[in-house]
């Protein structure tokens, strides 16, 4: 590394300190993390772009602000001039990562894979600039491969070192099957590493073991190997669980902005700084500032809230609705307003209608059960009056406004 930063100029040493400082803030582990800044060192002295990969395995793709920690820094690399590399692993996505899964996954059939890529695609660019990412298809090598090429493949790692994954260490304990191809996923994604000869990948931490792969299999091919940058795991709503559309935690960034400035406004305020961190665009020096008058007890921990509520909904709608979806929270949650516009819905049911049948109806909630406990707690309004009695018969009237919780309201059309 010496060697490297003695032939940089004093202002190019300057541009790699830059660079660094931006590239590490939020990060949770560098695999090595001296080998970066001599990446880095070597991109500024050469004026060569770095190559920056993230794989992909298109089987979810409603693209939540977990899912962004990972592409906002992508694009802190590609905002200062390195080339992104999205691999979309059509092949391997047929057989599924088995990382953290007790079971083996179901395949994607082809059909599914496209589509899910697709929608990635589209949901990204809100994120990275995709006129300037290099799209891949693991397939495009992967199924070039022929037996002999496989069984070499194979042969570069032993069983012992695939062993040592915590998701089959786990399944072989509790007597849970493995079946063999799901060894071969982290060959194949290390073996992509090789093919795009890439400097840096990133992943969440999740991604561990599947990273590391990358640099194990450039070294067996006589490539230089690759730096792991993991992501830390955001917890979702609860504050508890990872971030997840199935537990129903998450903040989507396709929802709209008053649903998205009032999910930010329950995060825990023991998470606000993390998710200031990891998921807006406020430089270091903002975030510095926020984070000294938090401690200071300069700033309210819920006016904090509401600039990081504000700057989520201004990222992905923009300033206008941003402001917008600001008035509506105060009118609506701080003052006790109902909103100037409700989703309106049609009913053709029955004129009467018990309480509990008609919010399962309305899809304001799962259950009766459900909404058994929620009027229980006081968190149904009819017109702006709570309902107390789960028994309650509702005559269905033009305009009767529903309501739910806090956020969730709809206006009945007859």
């Known amino acids: 590394m010496n060697e490297v930063m003695k032939q940089l100029s004093a202002q190019q040493l300057k541009e790699v300190e830059r660079q660094m400082a931006i590239y590490t803030q939020g990060v949770q582990e560098i695999i090595p ?11 500024v002295l050469e004026n060569r772009p770095l190559k920056i990969k993230l794989g992909l395995d ?17 694009r802190q690399f590609q905002d200062n001039g390195h080339k992104i590399q999205l691999l979309i692993g059509d092949f391997t996505g047929k057989i599924g990562d088995p990382t953290g899964k007790s079971v083996a996954r179901k395949p994607l059939t082809d059909e599914e894979v496209k589509h899910n890529a697709k929608t990635y695609f589209e949901q990204f660019g809100k994120v990275m600039d995709m006129d300037k990412v290099d799209l891949f298809y693991n397939s495009e090598w992967l199924t070039k491969l022929n037996f002999e090429d496989v069984i070499g493949l194979a042969g570069k790692i032993t069983v012992a070192r695939l062993m040592e994954r915590d998701d089959f260490e786990e399944r072989i304990a509790t007597g849970k099957p493995i079946s063999l191809h799901e060894f071969f996923y982290p060959l194949m994604q290390g073996y992509d590493s090789v093919v795009l000869e890439c400097d840096i990948e990133l992943g969440g931490t999740d991604q561990h073991f599947n990273i590391l792969m990358g640099r194990h299999y450039q070294e067996k091919f006589g490539k230089e190997k690759q730096v792991a940058m993991l992501m830390p795991l955001l917890e979702g709503l609860d504050g508890v669980e990872k971030m997840s559309k199935s537990k129903k935690n998450y903040i989507g960034i396709d929802e709209s902005p008053n649903e998205m400035y009032g999910k930010a406004m329950s995060i825990p305020d023991e998470l606000m700084v993390k998710y200031f961190e990891l998921v807006t665009d406020l430089s270091l020096e903002q975030l510095e500032t926020m984070k ?33 979806a600001e008035h509506h929270f105060v009118s609506v949650f701080q003052q006790g307003a109902v909103p100037d516009e409700l989703p309106v819905v049609e009913w053709k049911g029955s004129k009467e209608v018990l309480i509990t049948d008609l919010l399962v109806e309305l899809q304001m909630l799962s259950s009766k059960s459900e909404a058994r406990r929620m009027i229980a707690n006081r968190g149904v309004k009819l ?32």
């Not at 993390?33 to 991109?43: H, P, Q, T």
């Not at 298109?58 to 992508?74: F, R, Y």
């Not at 000294?292 to 923009?318: C, F, N, Q, W």
């Open 383 to 414: 017109n702006g009056e709570k309902v107390e009695d789960t028994t309650l018969k509702v005559t269905m009237t033009d305009g009767l406004v529903v309501q739910v919780g806090k956020r969730k309201f709809a206006k009945i059309k007859i």
């Open 292 to 324: 000294h008058d938090l401690e200071a007890g300069e700033l309210h921990p819920r006016d904090a809230k509401m600039l990081l509520g504000k700057t989520i909904v201004r990222m992905y709608h923009g300033e206008e609705a941003a402001e917008k």
């Open 33 to 43: 993390a001296r080998d970066l800044e001599v990446k880095v060192a070597k991109s």
């Open 58 to 74: 298109p089987s979810a793709p409603d693209v939540h602000l977990g899912h962004t920690v990972v592409l906002k820094k992508m």
